[in-house]
């Protein structure tokens, strides 16, 4: 059965700083993986999404790399900004379905 | 164009009763998704369409829960008997993967507070 563990739960930055918020599953015959983002109280929004061919996928200040065999991916946010405060969710998809971790509540302070 | 709407916004309801969450996905989108999002935790999958038949119910918790989506666009989650437990937020979603698109689109979800 898949599992998904997201490290840290909870993290606190300055404005500005580079920060890493990391993903692992433990069964690697996935078909792709998603990076979300969740608002308080709202729904998700995509933010990046690797297919299992892929390594890496960027998108402005988002970096997010996969390591099939490793079970592992990591997303990179450059340079963070206030604005940048969320719940970011990283998914997996098998066959047709997401199965989720429990999120990094990112705050980023002014 | 539109994405995916999903109606009530909001439901509070008294615990025995039954409910109804309506989702409208995105147009020419053939698969449609639930999934329920319980306080602090990621979402996790319910039932998945794929036309108008379910194609995959496994993440049904029990037999109170149904979903139907009869002309393969609109889609309406269904509890009966309500439980404290059921309070979450529902979340829809739809795809093109008839179009060969497996990105999941997400609509703001369906707050369900069982009192």
């Known amino acids: 059965k898949q599992e998904v563990t997201q490290i840290p739960a909870a993290l606190s930055v300055p404005e500005g700083e580079n920060l890493v918020l990391n993903c692992s599953f433990t069964d690697s015959a996935i078909y792709n993986l998603q990076w979300f983002r969740q608002d308080p109280g709202k729904g998700l929004t995509s933010l990046l999404l690797i297919q299992s061919s892929q390594r890496e996928q960027t998108s402005g200040r988002l970096n997010a790399s996969l390591d099939k065999s490793s079970g592992r991916s990591t997303l990179y946010i450059a340079a963070s900004q206030p604005g940048d405060s969320a719940t970011y969710l990283c998914?997996?998809?098998?066959?047709?379905?997401?199965?989720f971790g429990t999120g990094t509540r990112l705050k980023v302070l002014a | 164009g539109a994405g995916v709407s999903q109606t009530p916004s909001n439901k509070v309801t008294e615990k025995g009763k039954y409910v109804e969450l309506r989702c409208d996905p995105i147009s020419g989108h053939t698969a449609l998704y639930w999934y329920r999002q319980s306080l602090g935790q990621g979402p996790e999958f319910l039932i998945y369409f794929q036309g108008t038949g379910a194609a995959d119910d496994s993440g049904l918790p029990n037999d109170r829960f149904f979903a139907v989506r009869p002309e393969g666009s609109v889609s309406t989650l269904k509890i009966q008997r309500t439980e404290r437990g059921d309070s979450a937020v529902y979340l829809c979603?739809?795809?093109?993967?008839?179009?060969?698109?497996?990105?999941?689109?997400f609509g703001p979800g369906t707050r369900l507070t069982v009192l």
């Open positions: 979603a739809s795809s093109d993967l008839a179009g060969g698109s497996d990105t999941q689109y």
């Open positions: 998914a997996v998809m098998g066959t047709y379905k997401y199965i």
